[in-house]
């Protein structure tokens, strides 16, 4: 069994910054890529941010230059630095990673419960 628990989010003003961070629990052989989704009222969930075990991130284009995403592979765990934030930026951000459970098995998708951001004035 493989769980996602995320903590950090809040509210804060627009221009503020918030960190989330999340951790994967459970038994398993290792944590493959690892992501952050994030989806606003009435829409579509998005990619946010990605970062594969060897630190290779990717960052969709609404959130470059102001987002950060980062890993720490001995502890299992993702974090999502987000400065400059915007009113846009509201929305239940997700935890999501790639998960083998065994060395014989390929990924298997897992994501955490979300945690709400909201940016207001």
């Known amino acids: 069994q493989v769980q996602l628990v995320e903590s950090g989010g809040g509210s804060v003003q627009p221009g503020g910054s918030l960190r989330l961070a999340c951790g994967a629990s459970g038994s398993f052989f290792s944590v493959v890529d690892m992501g952050w989704y994030r989806q606003a009222p009435e829409k579509q969930r998005e990619l946010v941010a990605l970062i594969t075990r060897a630190g290779n991130a990717h960052y969709a284009d609404p959130v470059k230059g102001r987002f950060t995403i980062s890993r720490d592979n001995a502890k299992n765990m993702v974090y999502l630095q987000m400065d400059s934030l915007k009113p846009e930026d509201t929305a239940v951000y997700y935890c999501?990673?790639?998960?083998?459970?065994?060395?014989?098995?390929?990924?298997?998708?897992?994501w955490g419960q979300g945690t709400q951001v909201t940016v207001s004035s």
């Open positions: 999501n990673a790639g998960v083998r459970i065994t060395y014989k098995l390929g990924s298997q998708d897992y």
